[in-house]
């Protein structure tokens, strides 16, 4: 266990009132394939303390990488010049710990054990399967494998410390196919943290289909129509609007959703919770201001639950924190979500396809960063997928946007499906279909 | 940071079973970010950035790792572990090493690092004031600077010693209005790899700032636009996005190495309107996106991507160079030791043709005016593109018409470069942050206003067809 007591020395030395600090360390393995060779191998080791300190009442933040001698004079130093920056009356919150954790082990040690040979043959049969699966299929780009255990702990000046530490490898591979003068393109990701969950086949399935499925795709006329969104799309979409229910962004003006608690903000065809507690590769027990976690809803039937809240919104509102202060850039506070999951209904994807008679399943959404205004709820995206007719797949489509509002989207949700699936974001949610949305293609 | 006889140590290790190259990149930066929130300071941060990524090549396959542990034992342990992905017998020994002397060409007058933060706050708060004082409907106003200094010491089994000093400031302002349940945010973010006098000399803030206050306000009342295929005329500065998405990145090396990219072996071929010459040139002086050296040591360049339509050459990396049999051409880059190198953009951008931008308009019958432009993304691969259009007009009979919101351009890069059918004399350059397999990197887009005779405008305004 490391010794932190020369930064609380210091800090209380120099008048710092409470101090914290977050010390997180990485370890990551990666390496990929390219024409039957290993083309790319990593390795990352890397640790880093970040510290916020209360100096005459007011936070100030600083991280480092350089964990050396130097480290607790640097820390001290520019939290209180920090400090001393800040004019804007929040209260300053330390946190001296909750009454009760529940506190698991998630980290898995086989994903370390299994052997690099293991793993590296693994890689040489998705690409080999890859390429032999279909002539159409004119380069495999990229397979490959990574892990990565993460460890953080968290020690403050009121004496609690708490550490948490987990682990998860992915795979990841994408394919071209000629179609004509135009490439086409898919790619797989599959996150885990049980090795034995990973079939090959199924995998190479996957991304050889819908790369395939691609093949002859166009654009459509433009207008409205049912839309069905495949599941890595509506979780996307949702994390997107949910970043309106961050207690911060409807303190400051910022969210379509102020004003919307214990309201309607989602067809009553939607449930949506947050799980930190589940035991998979997110799995967090105390957030980091040292808060307990505790699985909560957050839309039932339509109806919005609660805000997320760290020490300082909850402060503001009068409320209990939610546990959702999270470290962002800076290393300062902010909110975050871990395992949010849709409630999934009862058809599969092909029942639900089946109900459209004329209508757009989207696969695949692209320039979430720029074409989507959170704090608006506008978007307007660029997407592929499918072209549904008499409540069958008919053709492949690309190259169209489809705009909309994220209110208007959840608030027009008329079924949701059985087909969940995590994503790399944590966020889980099925197919959706939603009654229209505006598409411009030709 | 270390000195040359441990390097010579670890980049020895690192060759013993075969590497044929070695590279130690050791870096420290230290960032401060200072936020405002409606005029007052609500966050003040700093962050010590330390480490190093050594990084091993073997004809075509390269070994990367990086460790904060810097002594001699940890890049030891470091070299060592990655040096067991080769095995075969040692085919480099480094002898001596050698300092090669990097020039300056951004100097700086006042090192951000050193002014006062209460100077900083006071220009933020002005900034602040001017977006707030503009209208009652901004209800939200961000103020935020921030700077970085970046030293870099670099060694290679060539024998070769590099050090560089990296400094860069950027504000952002951001408005945000709202009426009637409406939220619109605008955005501006200039930067440069300069001191504060880039700040209070080289750029009018004030007017920016009220800019950002008036454009937020101006799309509050905008239709929505409406959507189909129409010319579109790109302004200036930020609209060179559309350049760096949809043919930029397919010109870089890590794509076209592999030959994976939609302009792989076009060479000499023109692949673009005759009147687009393109332009990737990490020399300007001060600018946000260039550099003294690349991140394997190679001085910056000035590299004319495509002249008068035709393909002249990539952006490359020594490492991709190698499967593509041609040298690097300076464009090799990092956001950190956290990131193996690989060829990316600096300042890129589409140079000035001989129309005026009223000349344009008024040659367009009907489209739309994208006056802004917002981030995009590629398929380097397929080379379909998309970006977002913060501010836009509708143009009707060769005038610009009421302005219209929420519409995204998308199409793909192969297609819109023969599509680019004007461009004018006013050339600008805007700042961005770009992504990609290397990190998050600074770059300057660019282009003067050009139209684009028909792209896929999506929108929520309607099909202009009916």
Redesign the interface.
Known sequence: MANYSKYFALAKEKGIEALELYVSKKYALSFSL?HG????????????LSARGIYKGK?????????DKSAPD?VVS?VI??????????PAIIFPGSPKYRRANVYNPDIRNLSVDKKLANLYEIEKKLKDADPRIS?V?AVSYSESDGEVELINSYGLRLKSKSNYFYYYASV?VRDGE????AYKIHLSKDVNDFVIDDFVKEIVDEALGKIGAT?I???KYPVVLAPRVAASLLEAYLSGASAEEVQ???S?LAGKLHQLVASKKLTVTESPLTKNAFFRYFDDEGVATYNKPIINKGMLETYFYNLLTAHKDGVKTTGNGYRG????IGTHYINVSVKPGRKSLDEIIAKVKEGVLIKEV??L???L?A????F???ASGFLIEGGKISRPV????????LKDLFLDVSEVGNDSELQLSSFNSPSMLIKKL?I??? | MISKTIALKVLNIATATGADFAEIYLEETLSNSISLENGQVEASSSNLSYGAGIRLLNKLQSVYGYTNDISLKGLSALAESLSKSFKGPRAVKVETIKKVRVKDLHPIERPLYEVPTEEKIALLKDASRIIQSHDSRIVRVQTVMMDNFKKVVIFNSNGKEFHDKRARGRMAMIALAAENGKIESTFEGPGAQAGFEFFTRDIDYKAKALEVAKSAIRMLHADECPSGKMPVVIGNGFGGVIFHEACGHPLEATSVAKKLSVFTDKVGQQIANPVVTAIDDGTIPNAWGSGNIDDEGNPTQKNVLIKDGILKQYLVDDFNGRRMGVKGNGATRRQSYKYEPTSRMSNTYIDAGKSTPEEIIAATKFGLYAKSLGGGSVNPSTGDFNFAVNEAYMIRDGKVAEPVKGATLIGNGADILQKIDMVANDLLRAQGMCGSVSGSIPVDVGQPTLRVSEITVGGRGGSING
């Open positions: 390219f060779e290993v083309d790319s191998y990593s390795l990352e080791d890397a640790q880093s936070i100030g933040y600083a991280t480092t990488e350089k964990l640097f520019q010049d920090n400090a001393k920056a800040v004019d804007k009356d929040d380069e780009e071209m135009a490439t086409r393109t654009s006329p433009s207008k400051k003006k910022s379509l850039g800076g290393g300062k692209q320039g960063h720029s074409g205004n704090q608006s709820g506008n307007s995206l660029q690309n190259l169209i946007t489809v705009a909309g509002n505006a411009s293609g030709q």
